[in-house]
């Protein structure tokens, strides 16, 4: 509907998940549009209702990875009328489940990390995208716009010029120059890169004839930050303080699965400054206390925490310092098998999760192994970085046979006779309720008599 009483009251889907404080981490929303090709329009019926589906099966992307490991977060699904005026918007949620797939309906654009600390100019800003590719749906890309953000989160600049673009490897860059930064003695910005595609027609759709979508609503993607903390950073950049930081990260396995590890964060030191003689390094949980030098934490050699973003506050002297964001991850992979649970065929395949080695219950060593036996088989996952994680399943008798596959080739008015071709593993078929066995094909007979 494109009268004026439905402007920003159309019914929509969203899904987002929430972390443990109620703050939206990842969300996706497809908003009802006739002109947006991923929908099928129903023919008009009375009362100049519209009414729109999604003809194929369409895969929306939740990212999760900036949630703690063990840290419970929240999935909502909303499923919205249009506006107060009773047209109403329907969703069924089929599945909840791992990454399965690599489609996405509203495609997506990651900036690359920066922490620039007092960089030198020009600076390029860089990163990579990917198209909207669920149910047929077919795009290009049509414009990436880049702002450079004020502490505020206000646009100080904005530019759709590119310095480079890669569209079969889908990376570009940006170039910021000394003009377009207000201060660069001592104040702080961060960037965000938004990716607007154009959607050409789907399979079976209607109302956008072979044109392009709506890209203002439906296919749009944007990164709002490079990396946590400023992405670029002027603090302390004159006067002769030239400490060159960089961020750094240290990582353990998760020993006891508690989503917890104790670190030394003097250990960073070398890795934010090679050369760390004369200076003093205090770490803070956020940038506020760093810059305030207010809260440091005391015990640093020996810090419990789940996989967190810390400050690194680097002194010189006391008008000397730099800030920089640095990680500690606590990596707690899990393994997992998949695969048919039981012998009843004579044997399966147990497939385990990805990781750089395997070591099964049975000795072996690979990723999958074959099984025609009953009984609890486990296997220990370790991926690069050395942790290691253990799944087990049991395989069970089964009770019931394998459905075989049917290749049935009926009669005719020109063919007298009819098939059953039968392809199973079973030594035996029946063709009467289990009366009598045996392996022979089987016929079919019409109503006239023919066989």
């Known amino acids: 509907m494109y009268d004026t009483s439905h402007t920003d ?28 090709c991923i929908f099928t329009k129903v023919p ?35 499923a919205s009328r249009c506006g107060l005026g009773g047209h109403f918007g ?11 797939s690599t489609e996405s309906f509203v495609g997506s654009v990651e900036t690359d990390p920066l922490y620039k600390i007092c960089p030198a100019l020009p600076l390029q800003v860089c990163g990579s995208y990917t198209l909207p590719n669920s149910g047929g749906v077919t795009a290009n890309l049509k414009t990436l716009t880049l702002k450079l953000l004020d502490p505020a989160g206000n646009a100080l600049y904005t530019t759709t010029t590119l310095a480079t673009l890669d569209t079969v490897n889908k990376k570009f860059c940006f170039t910021l120059l000394p003009q377009n930064f207000p201060n660069t003695t001592s104040a702080n910005y961060n960037v965000s890169v938004t990716a607007d595609f154009d959607v050409a027609a789907t399979g079976g759709g209607t109302g956008c004839g072979g044109g392009a979508g709506n890209t203002a609503i439906f296919a749009s993607a944007t990164d709002s930050d490079a990396n946590p903390g400023w992405d670029i950073s002027f603090l302390n950049c004159s006067g002769g303080c030239d400490i060159s930081v960089t961020t750094a990260k240290l990582s353990k ?29 205090t770490y803070f949980k956020d940038y506020n206390s760093a810059f305030n030098n207010t809260g440091a934490i005391s015990n640093f050699t020996n810090y419990l925490s789940a996989s967190a973003v810390l400050y690194a506050r ?80 049991s395989i069970e008798p089964s009770q019931t046979a394998v459905s075989p596959t049917l290749e049935i080739t009926q009669p ?20 009467d309720n289990g009366v009598t066995w045996g392996n022979q094909s089987g016929k079919i007979r019409t109503l006239s008599g023919y066989v």
């Open 9 to 36: 009251n159309q019914a929509y889907f969203k899904a987002r998940v929430m972390n443990k404080d109620g703050e939206v981490v990842s969300e996706f929303c497809l908003v009802g549009d006739e002109k947006n």
């Open 44 to 78: 008009a019926g009375g009362y100049g209702y519209v009414t729109l589906y999604t003809a194929k099966w369409q895969s929306g992307i939740l990212d999760i990875s900036s949630i703690p490991n063990n840290e419970e977060f929240t999935v909502e699904f909303m």
């Open 90 to 100: 329907y969703a069924y949620v089929d599945d909840i489940c791992m990454l399965q």
């Open 253 to 281: 396995c998760d020993t006891n699965h508690d989503g917890t590890e104790t670190f030394n964060l003097s250990d960073l030191n070398a890795l934010i400054v090679p050369a760390a003689g004369g200076l003093t390094f």
């Open 314 to 393: 680097v002194t010189k002297d006391p008008g000397c310092y730099k800030i920089i964001p640095v990680n500690i991850e606590v990596k707690n992979p899990t393994a997992t098998i998949t695969g048919i649970l039981n012998v009843c065929s004579g044997s399966t395949v147990l497939k385990a999760s990805s990781g750089a080695t395997y070591l099964w219950s049975t000795g072996e060593t690979t990723q999958n192994i074959k099984v025609t036996a009953t009984g609890i088989y486990s296997v220990t996952v370790t991926d690069s970085f050395g942790c290691a994680s253990t799944a087990q399943v």
């Open 412 to 431: 005719s008015c020109f063919v007298t006779t009819g098939t059953i071709k039968v392809t199973s593993p079973a030594s035996q078929y029946s063709f």
